[in-house]
């Protein structure tokens, strides 16, 4: 008689998914390693792991490696300790968003709605066989994004008098669902989380045909740049006209880039022109206005933005033409 499957262990999921065994404690694994424990433990936190206890044994070989990896980085003197921890940081914020949002994935597509101790050990199996060829396209992506990024930043600097210049002349857009709040109220939560990612998912695929970028999701609320105005305005045009109600807000000018965000005035009057556009209209700014040639342009009257003064919106629409 088989015995029943029983559910998975956190150590069972954590030997599956890593690979190797926990063996190290921090003392052996900075010391295999040749780094010292103080850099360690930073680069553990900017990585947002769990501290561990002086004699836990919660380190693998894998562990040793990166280690060593990042040693020869600072032996080579191309980057120094700053930069190594400034770059996990975002190593670590961006894999803990994908591992959740991927996790959660595969448990919505996998598990039925009361899951049995077979049905969570399934799910795990599924993700052991598919971690490999997932592996290699997550590379592949990662290469082609940084390559995306670099010839981003080529083009921002043959327009700049500065080799890296550290304020970029962009288009920036916020795109809000409309009347988020009461929909949160009347929908259960599969409903909720199926309207935001039905939204994200339309805005991303959006974004990413004019060939912009989309810099961050708040849920009810979208931020993406574009080099151009043009650009910006078919982004923002496709958008309203997608089938969900939203209210758009654009405006051209210096963005400070900084961790994958974009900061400065700019960004705040395109959020200022989101929050006091109608419902599926579309403010832009007098500079992103100026910037614009066969896109319909109406002037309306000038309003108060918190912070910011008084500001001259126009309403954009689709050429007639």
Known sequence: MSRPPSRPTAEEIERLLVGSPARFTKEQVTAKAGVSQE???????????????????????????????????????????????????????????LAQWQAEIMIGAMLPPEPSEDDLAKVLG??????????????????????????????????????????????????????????????DEKELAELVEGFEARASDVVASHGARLVKTLGDEVLFTAPSPAQAAGIALDLVESGVELRVGLAYGPVLPTMGDVFGTTVNLAARLTAIARPGTILVDSALAEGLEGFALHKIRRRPARGLGVVQPYLLRRSSS
Do not use: K, N, Y
């Open 126 to 187: 599924a993700a052991q066989e598919l971690m490999p060829d997932f592996e290699q396209v997550l590379v592949h992506v990662w290469r082609a994004q940084l390559a995306a990024a670099g010839t981003r930043l080529l083009a921002i600097a043959d327009g700049s008098d500065e080799l890296v210049p550290t304020r970029v002349a962009m288009a920036v857009g916020f795109a809000d669902l409309v009347s988020f709040t009461r929909r949160s109220r009347e929908l």
């Open 39 to 97: 850099l360690a433990e930073r680069i553990w936190r900017a990585l947002g792991f769990a501290q561990r206890a002086d004699g836990a044994v919660a380190f693998t070989d894998a562990d040793v490696a990166a280690l060593r990896r990042v040693r020869r980085m600072l032996d080579g003197g191309l980057l120094d300790e700053q930069t190594v921890i400034r770059m996990a940081r975002a190593l670590g914020q961006t894999t803990a968003r």
